[in-house]
């Protein structure tokens, strides 16, 4: 069956790097468009960054320009998301993507940020 399951979250200090990873199972991963989401508390679900199926072009959120870097390796079937200088309003469960046509959802991961 269809799998996404997210790692590497936890708790980081401000200015700190976490990395995630997505690993996929049971679909043609290299055909899909990848993309992380986010959602803090009391707040709507948020496009992180996105990577195209060959991984050629990328986009990001506003707040996350310069600081985060999706990337991708088809061989291994995992999407990946470097963030660096995180701030405390970085906390959130991050989630992982998957589209073509239809879509998939990780179980998200939380990532926490603070002192």
């Known amino acids: 069956q269809v799998q996404l399951v997210e790692s590497g979250g936890g708790l980081v200090q401000p200015g700190g790097s976490l990395r995630l990873s997505c690993a996929a199972s049971?679909?043609?991963?290299?055909?899909?468009?990848m993309r992380w989401y986010r959602q803090a508390p009391g707040k709507e679900r948020a496009l992180v960054a996105g990577?195209?199926?060959?991984?050629?072009?990328?986009d990001y959120g506003d707040s996350m320009k310069g600081r985060f870097t999706i990337s991708r390796d088809n061989a291994k079937n995992t999407v990946y998301l470097q963030m660096n200088s995180l701030k405390a309003e970085d906390t959130a469960v991050y989630y992982c993507?998957?589209?073509?046509?239809?879509?998939?959802w990780g179980q998200g991961i939380l990532v926490t940020v603070s002192s």
């Open positions: 993507n998957a589209v073509y046509g239809m879509g998939y």
């Open positions: 049971g679909f043609t991963f290299s055909k899909y468009m």
């Open positions: 990577i195209t199926s060959a991984g050629v072009a990328t």
